[in-house]
């Protein structure tokens, strides 16, 4: 079940991955709507619901394999005198590192908004290439206005 659970990981990582690159390219979705916007045969809105899925199955293999590799975690969190100490110095690093990232993300500070400002504009060049959906098209973008 181990080995299961693991390249169960490993390839929900790597459909994760191609999701997320497609999502972060198409269209917004009103534009994706009105011209029929697709990629390798799905719409953004499947792209989206796969996206949800197999977040899911990563989440839960993710859960399992910290079952399984318990003894693993515990000893990264153990000091040098083997006692187990949850903020250590790795652990501290990587809380640090993705409170950055959050933060900056909110703010909008480089170099993190360049990754925002790099997907705006292969979405605002969707509207160049297939053009403003007349206003009526508009609404039934599932709220995306």
């Not at 953004?44 to 899911?56: R, V, Y």
Request: aromatic share 12%.
């Amino acid at each position: 079940m181990r080995k299961i659970t693991s390249m169960t990981m490993l390839v929900t990582l790597a459909v994760l991955v191609l999701n997320s690159i497609v999502l972060y390219v198409a269209p917004e979705g009103r534009i994706a709507y009105w011209a029929d916007w697709r990629f390798l045969g799905l719409t953004k809105t499947e792209w989206g619901d796969q996206h949800i899925t197999i977040g899911f199955l990563f989440l839960l293999t993710s859960l399992l394999h910290l079952y399984y590799n318990w003894g693993v975690v515990k000893s990264y969190l153990k000091n040098k005198v083997k006692e187990i100490k949850v903020f250590t110095l790795p652990c501290n690093i990587a809380l640090v590192i993705t409170s950055l990232i959050i933060v900056m993300t909110y703010f909008q500070v480089p170099p993190v908004s360049y990754v925002l400002d790099l997907s705006a504009h292969f979405k605002s060049s969707a509207v160049e290439k297939y053009g403003e959906p007349p206003r009526g098209q508009r609404q039934r973008a599932d709220g995306d206005l």
